[in-house]
């Protein structure tokens, strides 16, 4: 398997542009996660999905994010519209839960850097 | 909600010596905790974790240890080397409830440098 991936590496935009960050998860992996890391916060975690069903959105920082995972293999995160406080580095994770009760390995993707000028 | 605290939020250390990285935790329902290790402009990756049934954990020079009623664990990683210079991440994961996949919570970092 290729891992987790995402797309694009890199984004450079103007605040107020339509952002839109892609993930596709490990293939058999239940729980999909979108983090974000910035040198002052570090990872936090935004929303997380299983099963395709988003969980726990309570890290989703205001109105302006949003996040779906229409299959089991690809989720996005939106920002609309952006702002220079959102540039950071965007993870995906995913990991495969065999039971309610096991908190299973994360596997992250390569980030995405956005920048927004 | 859980609150995971790390320190020091950096390390220095000379090569060969040993470096302990400390988190405490908040909710006392936490019952799974991971370290991860994310060299520069990489992604996080795990390195060991650890379960609220046991104290302790090794995986050759890396070892964690937790205890659970002062509700700290530890990463110790003994005769460092060069590559071992990164940042540490902890976590802790409460167990997910309704049958759903509970979340890890991580702390700020420790940045660990090893210098030759």
């Known amino acids: 398997d290729a891992g987790v991936i995402q797309s694009p590496r890199h984004e450079v935009t103007e605040m107020g542009q339509e952002v839109t960050l892609r993930c596709k998860p490990i293939?058999?992996?239940?729980?999909l996660f979108w983090y974000r890391q910035t040198m002052m916060r570090g990872l936090e975690l935004l929303i997380y999905?299983?099963?395709?069903?988003?969980?726990?959105d309570s890290g989703m920082p205001e109105d302006r994010f949003s996040a779906k995972m229409p299959n089991a293999s690809f989720s996005t995160l939106k920002i609309q519209p952006s702002e220079p406080r959102d540039s950071a580095v965007y993870f995906c994770?995913?990991?495969?839960?065999?039971?309610?009760?096991?908190?299973?390995?994360?596997?992250f993707g390569e980030g995405s850097r956005l920048t927004v000028l | 909600g859980e609150n995971v605290e790390q320190h020091p939020s950096t390390l220095s250390v000379q090569e060969g010596d040993s470096a302990v990285i400390k988190c405490t935790y908040s909710?006392?329902?936490?019952?799974?905790f991971p370290w991860y290790k994310q060299e520069l402009g990489k992604r996080p990756q795990l390195i060991i974790d650890?379960?609220?049934?046991?104290g302790e954990k090794k995986d050759q020079r890396i070892a964690v240890t937790l205890n659970k009623t002062a509700k700290h664990f530890s990463l110790h990683i003994t005769e460092t080397q060069p590559e071992d210079s990164a940042v540490y991440f902890c976590?802790?994961?409460?167990?997910?409830?309704?049958?759903?996949?509970?979340?890890?919570?991580f702390g700020k970092g420790t940045k660990l440098s090893v210098k030759p």
């Open positions: 994770a995913s990991s495969l839960s065999r039971d309610s009760t096991n908190t299973g390995e994360l596997f």
């Open positions: 293939s058999g992996h239940n729980s």
């Open positions: 999905f299983n099963n395709n069903v988003p969980i726990d």
């Open positions: 909710d006392s329902a936490s019952n799974y």
């Open positions: 650890i379960r609220s049934n046991v």
């Open positions: 976590a802790g994961a409460i167990p997910p409830y309704g049958g759903s996949q509970g979340n890890l919570i």
